[in-house]
């Protein structure tokens, strides 16, 4: 059962996961894995695509599992502790506004 269909809605209690990423195949065996343990899932072919499902959703998202590097979407991660991902932007928390905003301009000015 594809639980995106039109109609279908979660049964209560049911944990919603939203799927976001660009690979076709990944994002189809992860669904088809969840949905085969019970939960309610729903996919994203990209980022954009995540939070358009996302702010349409019958109910609260409880888990997002996302590729970290989609086309059209910039992912920046933060955290007290060190960068758990090589070669992906990193904001170390507590982080200075100069830290931030130099590397979203990083980022924002490599964008595809």
Avoid: W
Wanted: one cysteine or more; aromatic letters at 4%; glycine letters at 4%.
């Amino acid at each position: 059962m594809f639980s995106q269909q039109a109609g279908i809605r979660p049964k209560d209690g049911q944990s919603i996961v939203l799927i976001a990423d660009d690979d076709p195949i990944a994002r189809n065996l992860a669904r088809l894995i969840l949905e085969s343990e019970g939960y309610f899932v729903l996919v994203a072919n990209d980022g954009l695509e995540a939070i358009v499902i996302s702010r349409k959703c019958c109910a609260p998202i409880h888990v997002l599992l996302s590729d970290v590097q989609m086309p059209r979407t910039r992912v920046v991660l933060m955290s007290a502790n060190e960068s758990p991902i090589p070669n992906v932007p990193f904001l170390r928390k507590p982080f200075k506004r100069a830290n931030l905003v130099e590397l979203l301009h990083g980022v924002l000015s490599n964008a595809e």
